[in-house]
């Protein structure tokens, strides 16, 4: 295009203007970008007698089962990355909650909420010991949690030899007590899948913790000026400690939901969820610098993926495909982001 | 006569609905330093950001040797012979001098490498150009900051630089590094370049500058030359109205005694570089404001963080407050025994900036307002009014990107921080540094209050004119010790330089 070079400088300073993209979208971008997928998935759904197969409300609540475990990866994994952090580890950990979880009510025989008091404490205590060389040591949770990530897998082969352990209930020895099956089943006369009564549950408490929470402010500031925030006087080291230990906790729920979904815990369970808790992350808006993001983003970012998955599967399309739409989607989403500092 | 070499006139600029130059003009002729002051947030960035093509202007027109020019980009400036020094440098710390001399346009020899000898070679003439000496095989960052800057000047000529913008160049410097960069100004002088020298400091300006341009609200409050104009017409020009007396009166202080310090110590940390306490007695009283001054590296800073629990563990000696002993492994420890600390470099340890004027306010006090760890609303936001009400802090919102405020407005978004806490002995360090002059006198009148109200205040500052104003009495540190303590009221800026320079020749000779 040609440019007259004699135009004044107030005509091209208009017309960057109308480049500029209100800084109001980028706060709301994760849920503009909800709804767009939900638009595009019920123009794209089968129908079927007329009806549009994806709004039917079991497949919508089958959308926030099947992101149940994602999703409460996806809502820790939030607060360690406002921290400037990473927590590569979540997926191995589901592995290792997964495969203990069988163990203990297939092998060892425990009651259900003895299984589940120790597997969460495990996931506790991971998460913790992580946090802590992270930063007390001052190992970047890159490194500390991608060894965090071999020994979980390390650890879950050993526990159950390296076979997965299946899941058969029953009354007695060598079975699983019936209750335990609950996590499979519905509530509310049928129609809600309990993990995604969970997975609601935890995204609820954790908005009210970044809302109403000392500990969510301390995060906040930890993440965008470490220093300030110690000068300050905030426990940097207790907060970040915390942080992780939250993301192991919340690893080791979405290990347990796992194997009551598929009645059975293998090591090998969990493999690259980590990644896609990190997408869902990223989608929500949230800065891998720290210090910036929200967990309502992350939940439509998880909802995005939860969706997209869905509509793809309706539509009986290859799994390899939808791999590549969501690199796409991650793509845009940080570009989106990147476009936003850069205007700034 | 001749065109002049740089010549802006009218300069609009806006940001959104903010004015940030309503019609600004500036004229350098060659050879020529010419001052560019005004208070934060009087368009002089913006400004300078029009000339090296950061910022497009929305109208006005830039001419350089009478030559209309426009500039798009920062690489369009360049070429035209605008060059920037930059209050963060645009050199990598990691390479050497010479490496950073040729960034992105090495020499290259017969076979497209590195032709190594003829950088070697540029890179001693560039220097000895302009008059530094320095080895250009060294890593940059082991330079000190003026050092640096001069590689950057060098640098800047190297590349056919005509008009030099220099960004408050000083404010990282000690008085002999600041020597040797005035040093070379008359240099650039007989190059025929123009120097735009952006400062504070009227005794710099007075040195160096053979104009001025004085801003305020995005216009020209005034032109004058340095030669013939006296420091307070020049301050009257920034301000609007004359500020009839910058140093408050003072209270005296009380008897009894809340900081005592004794015999303390910090060992070196691992990393070195820093210059730690050495065996400091020193005691502040209750509504006492006691100075620390000293060059640069005498020590100020790490005497106020070991206060303030930084050095952690590598402390040695008793610290009292109010007679009892004090447990200092922590900012945290500190925080919780009293002291509040405002910090040199609010943006890298003060504030968060993405962060609300509000958040930033109540980062200390969180724990305090909140209830077992879940935080009231209310309670906050009064406490945020107040500061904001108290401490005359000019913000759009309590909910205002804290980044969006002047330098000294963010300064006070520090200090509110640390007085919601209520500390009984309030650490400093060079606390009105990179802030304009209304909001100097306005934390000067805020330090005296806090001192009239019984606070004990520990001030370091660069600017002995401060201390002798502000203070009862100034501590000397040289070398990490205290070196003597003046009477605020006799001491005078000949005294305290006397003590903080002395140098011992004698020992560092012998060792």
């Known amino acids: 295009m040609s440019v007259d070079t004699t135009e004044p400088t107030a005509e091209a300073a208009t017309k960057r203007r109308r480049f500029v993209i209100p800084e109001r979208f980028f706060t709301l971008q994760s849920y503009v970008a909800l709804i767009l997928v939900f638009l595009a998935a019920i123009v794209f759904s089968p129908r079927r007698g007329g009806e549009i197969v994806f709004l039917n409300s079991e497949n919508l609540l089958n959308i926030v089962r099947a992101v149940s475990e994602i999703g409460i990866l996806a809502i820790g994994m939030t607060f360690v990355i406002l921290i400037a952090g990473i927590d590569l580890s979540v997926g191995a950990i589901l592995g290792l909650a997964a495969t203990g979880t069988a163990s203990l009510l297939m092998v060892h025989d425990f009651g259900v909420a003895m299984t589940i008091l120790i597997i969460l404490t495990i996931g506790l205590a991971f998460g913790a010991t992580q946090g802590y060389l992270s930063a007390r040591l001052g190992i970047q949770a890159f490194i500390v949690t991608l060894a965090g990530l071999q020994v979980a897998r390390g650890l879950a082969r050993i526990w159950s030899g390296g076979q997965g352990i299946a899941l058969a209930y029953g009354d007695g020895a060598d079975v699983a007590p019936r209750a335990f099956s609950l996590l499979n089943s519905r509530t509310f006369n049928g129609t809600v899948p309990i993990p995604a009564l969970i997975f609601a549950g935890v995204g609820v408490i954790a908005l009210i913790v970044v809302r109403k929470s000392v500990f969510a402010r301390h995060v906040y500031a930890i993440g965008g000026n470490e220093r300030a925030a110690r000068l300050s006087g905030i426990p940097v080291t207790r907060v970040k400690v915390t942080v992780f230990a939250i993301s192991g906790l919340l690893a080791a729920l979405a290990g347990i939901i796992h194997a009551g979904q598929l009645n059975q815990g293998s090591p090998n369970d969990g493999m690259g969820y980590e990644l896609d808790a990190i997408a869902a992350v990223v989608i929500g808006g949230t800065s891998l610098m720290g210090g910036v993001g929200t967990v309502s983003g992350t939940l439509a970012g998880a909802l995005l993926l939860g969706i997209l998955n869905n509509i793809l599967a309706l539509n009986n399309i290859d799994s390899n495909v939808q791999l590549l739409i969501k690199g796409v989607i991650i793509v845009a989403a940080a570009g989106i982001q990147a476009f936003r500092s850069q205007q700034k | 006569?001749?065109?002049?070499?740089?010549?802006?006139?009218?300069?609009?600029?806006?940001?959104?609905?903010?004015?940030?130059?309503?019609?600004?003009?500036?004229?350098?002729?060659?050879?020529?330093?010419?001052?560019?002051?005004?208070?934060?947030?009087?368009?002089?960035?913006?400004?300078?950001?029009?000339?090296?093509?950061?910022?497009?202007?929305?109208?006005?027109?830039?001419?350089?040797?009478?030559?209309?020019?426009?500039?798009?980009?920062?690489?369009?400036?360049?070429?035209?012979?605008?060059?920037?020094?930059?209050?963060?440098?645009?050199?990598?710390?990691?390479?050497?001098?010479?490496?950073?001399?040729?960034?992105?346009?090495?020499?290259?020899?017969?076979?497209?490498?590195?032709?190594?000898?003829?950088?070697?070679?540029?890179?001693?003439?560039?220097?000895?150009?302009?008059?530094?000496?320095?080895?250009?095989?060294?890593?940059?960052?082991?330079?000190?900051?003026?050092?640096?800057?001069?590689?950057?000047?060098?640098?800047?000529?190297?590349?056919?630089?005509?008009?030099?913008?220099?960004?408050?160049?000083?404010?990282?410097?000690?008085?002999?590094?600041?020597?040797?960069?005035?040093?070379?100004?008359?240099?650039?002088?007989?190059?025929?370049?123009?120097?735009?020298?952006?400062?504070?400091?009227?005794?710099?300006?007075?040195?160096?500058?053979?104009?001025?341009?004085?801003?305020?609200?995005?216009?020209?409050?005034?032109?004058?030359?340095?030669?013939?104009?006296?420091?307070?017409?020049?301050?009257?020009?920034?301000?609007?109205?004359?500020?009839?007396?910058?140093?408050?009166?003072?209270?005296?202080?009380?008897?009894?005694?809340?900081?005592?310090?004794?015999?303390?110590?910090?060992?070196?940390?691992?990393?070195?570089?820093?210059?730690?306490?050495?065996?400091?007695?020193?005691?502040?009283?209750?509504?006492?404001?006691?100075?620390?001054?000293?060059?640069?590296?005498?020590?100020?800073?790490?005497?106020?963080?070991?206060?303030?629990?930084?050095?952690?563990?590598?402390?040695?000696?008793?610290?009292?407050?109010?007679?009892?002993?004090?447990?200092?492994?922590?900012?945290?420890?500190?925080?919780?025994?009293?002291?509040?600390?405002?910090?040199?470099?609010?943006?890298?340890?003060?504030?968060?900036?993405?962060?609300?004027?509000?958040?930033?306010?109540?980062?200390?006090?969180?724990?305090?307002?909140?209830?077992?760890?879940?935080?009231?609303?209310?309670?906050?936001?009064?406490?945020?009014?107040?500061?904001?009400?108290?401490?005359?802090?000019?913000?759009?919102?309590?909910?205002?990107?804290?980044?969006?405020?002047?330098?000294?407005?963010?300064?006070?978004?520090?200090?509110?921080?640390?007085?919601?806490?209520?500390?009984?002995?309030?650490?400093?360090?060079?606390?009105?540094?990179?802030?304009?002059?209304?909001a100097k006198s306005e934390i000067y009148r805020l330090l005296a209050g806090l001192a009239a109200g019984g606070m004990a205040v520990l001030v370091a500052s660069s600017e002995l004119p401060e201390l002798l104003g502000i203070c009862d009495r100034v501590a000397v540190l040289r070398g990490g010790r205290i070196v003597t303590v003046l009477d605020g009221r006799t001491a005078t800026q000949e005294a305290i330089l006397a003590a903080a320079s002395l140098e011992q020749h004698t020992t560092v000779e012998a060792g």
């Open chain 2, 1 to 438: 006569m001749l065109a002049p070499l740089l010549q802006m006139r009218g300069i609009v600029k806006h940001f959104g609905g903010v004015h940030a130059l309503r019609g600004v003009d500036l004229t350098v002729g060659a050879g020529e330093v010419h001052a560019l002051l005004g208070e934060n947030g009087a368009g002089k960035s913006t400004l300078m950001n029009v000339l090296s093509g950061v910022v497009r202007p929305d109208a006005g027109a830039i001419e350089i040797d009478g030559e209309p020019v426009a500039f798009a980009t920062p690489a369009d400036a360049q070429a035209a012979g605008v060059a920037m020094i930059h209050q963060e440098l645009d050199l990598v710390p990691q390479a050497t001098v010479t490496e950073n001399l040729f960034l992105g346009r090495e020499p290259r020899t017969r076979f497209r490498t590195l032709d190594r000898a003829a950088m070697r070679g540029h890179a001693r003439e560039l220097l000895d150009d302009i008059g530094i000496d320095l080895s250009p095989a060294r890593t940059l960052s082991s330079l000190r900051v003026g050092e640096q800057q001069m590689v950057a000047i060098a640098k800047a000529l190297s590349l056919e630089a005509r008009i030099l913008v220099m960004d408050e160049p000083t404010s990282a410097l000690s008085d002999s590094e600041v020597e040797r960069l005035f040093a070379i100004i008359p240099r650039l002088r007989r190059r025929g370049v123009g120097v735009v020298f952006i400062s504070h400091r009227m005794d710099e300006i007075a040195v160096i500058a053979d104009r001025g341009t004085v801003m305020r609200d995005g216009r020209n409050a005034g032109t004058f030359v340095v030669a013939e104009t006296a420091p307070a017409e020049v301050i009257r020009m920034m301000v609007g109205q004359p500020i009839e007396q910058l140093f408050p009166d003072r209270e005296p202080p009380r008897e009894a005694v809340r900081l005592g310090v004794r015999g303390l110590t910090v060992a070196e940390h691992p990393g070195g570089g820093r210059t730690e306490p050495r065996d400091v007695d020193l005691e502040v009283r209750a509504g006492e404001v006691v100075g620390l001054a000293g060059l640069l590296g005498a020590g100020r800073t790490e005497l106020l963080d070991a206060l303030f629990g930084l050095a952690g563990h590598r402390l040695a000696g008793t610290v009292e407050l109010d007679g009892a002993p004090v447990r200092l492994a922590s900012p945290r420890d500190a925080i919780a025994a009293g002291i509040g600390y405002v910090p040199e470099d609010r943006r890298v340890s003060g504030l968060v900036m993405m962060e609300s004027v509000a958040a930033n306010i109540v980062l200390s006090a969180l724990p305090t307002l909140a209830r077992a760890g879940w935080r009231r609303a209310s309670r906050e936001r009064s406490a945020v009014a107040a500061s904001i009400r108290d401490l005359h802090i000019k913000t759009a919102s309590a909910e205002s990107a804290v980044g969006t405020l002047s330098g000294g407005n963010q300064q006070k978004v520090v200090f509110a921080r640390h007085l919601l806490r209520e500390p009984r002995l309030l650490l400093l360090d060079d606390p009105t540094r990179g802030v304009d002059i209304g």
